[in-house]
C-alpha cells in the first residue's frame, strides 16, 4: 500500500531512506525527497543485486564484482579479485526484510505469488516487483538464500512505453524472465543451489513476524475506524502512530 510507504518516508524523513540506501551500496544520486520511496531517482541493477545481496547475507553488503579471477592459457592465475564486504545492517533487521520479500511471493494479495502458482517453484524465494510511470520501465528483483538476481525490461529512451499494466507492469513483463531464468537454474544440479528456508539470525528475533498477533484475523477492510492510520495533525510522531 502506497499509504503505508508515505507514511514511513514522512515519519523517517527522506534523508533517512537515502542514507540507508547509500549505506546498501547504492551509489547513484538519490534525491531526499517525499517520493523517495516511490523510487523517484535512478539507479542501475547492478548496484541494486548488491543491496538486496545485503539482505539475504545477513547485513554485510557485498561490493558486486564481474570479474574474479584472470588465468592464463595454461591455467596460472595472474591476479585474484577480492570483494569488499561492510557490515551495515544487523542480522535481525536483514532477516526480516527477507521474510518480507518472501511474503510478497506466498500470501494472498502478494505481487510474486505466480511463482508459486504459475512456475510451481516448491523453493523459498523473496521477490520485489517494480513498475515506473508510464509502463517504461518493468522490474523483477528475486531473491533465494544463496543467489540473487534482476530483471528490467525498457528503452534507453522513455517515450518508449507500454500502454498499459496489462502488459508494462513488473509482474507481467520482468518476473516471467526471473521464473524462465530459475527454472533452468533449478534444472542444472552440477548449480546445487539452496532451495531451503533463508538462515534465521544466530539471536532470536526481538520482532514479531506474524500479523494476526496485531489485528487477530481480521481482514483489512475490517479493521475498525478508530485503528486505521490517520493522517497526522502535528509533527510530534511516536511509535504507536504506525
Not at 514522512?10 to 525527497?33: C, F, H, N, Q, W
Not at 577480492?82 to 494472498?108: D, F, R, W
Not at 515506473?132 to 518493468?138: E, H, K
Request: aromatic share 10%; with cysteine.
Amino acid at each position: 500500500m502506497n499509504s503505508i510507504t508515505a507514511w514511513l518516508v514522512y515519519k523517517l524523513t527522506p534523508e533517512t531512506v537515502v542514507a540507508y540506501a547509500k549505506r546498501l551500496g547504492i551509489t547513484s544520486p538519490i534525491d531526499p525527497v517525499p517520493a523517495v520511496g516511490f523510487g523517484a531517482s535512478d539507479c542501475s541493477i547492478f548496484e541494486l543485486c548488491g543491496a538486496y545481496g545485503t539482505f539475504v547475507n545477513k547485513g554485510v553488503w557485498t561490493s558486486p564484482m564481474m570479474v574474479t579471477r584472470i588465468d592464463d592459457k595454461n591455467g596460472n592465475t595472474l591476479r585474484e579479485f577480492i570483494p569488499q564486504t561492510k557490515e551495515v545492517l544487523s542480522e535481525e533487521t536483514a532477516y526480516v526484510m527477507t521474510n518480507m520479500l518472501e511474503a510478497s511471493t506466498t500470501e494472498q494479495g502478494g505481487t510474486s505469488t505466480i511463482l508459486h502458482t504459475g512456475f510451481k517453484f516448491n523453493t523459498h524465494i523473496g521477490a520485489k516487483t517494480g513498475t515506473t510511470s508510464n509502463y517504461s520501465d518493468a522490474w523483477f528483483m528475486g531473491i533465494t538464500p544463496d543467489l540473487v538476481c534482476g530483471m528490467w525490461i525498457g528503452g534507453e529512451d522513455r517515450s518508449i512505453h507500454f500502454r498499459t499494466g496489462a502488459y508494462g507492469q513488473g509482474a507481467r513483463l520482468a518476473l516471467p524472465l526471473y521464473g524462465i531464468f530459475m527454472k533452468k537454474v533449478y534444472a542444472d544440479k552440477s548449480i546445487g543451489i539452496n532451495t531451503g528456508p533463508f538462515p534465521l539470525p544466530r539471536q532470536p528475533l526481538t520482532i514479531e513476524l506474524d500479523c494476526s498477533k496485531y489485528y487477530g484475523s481480521m481482514q483489512r477492510d475490517t479493521i475498525p475506524a478508530d485503528q486505521k492510520m490517520a493522517q497526522p495533525t502535528t509533527n510530534e510522531l511516536d511509535d504507536k502512530d504506525i
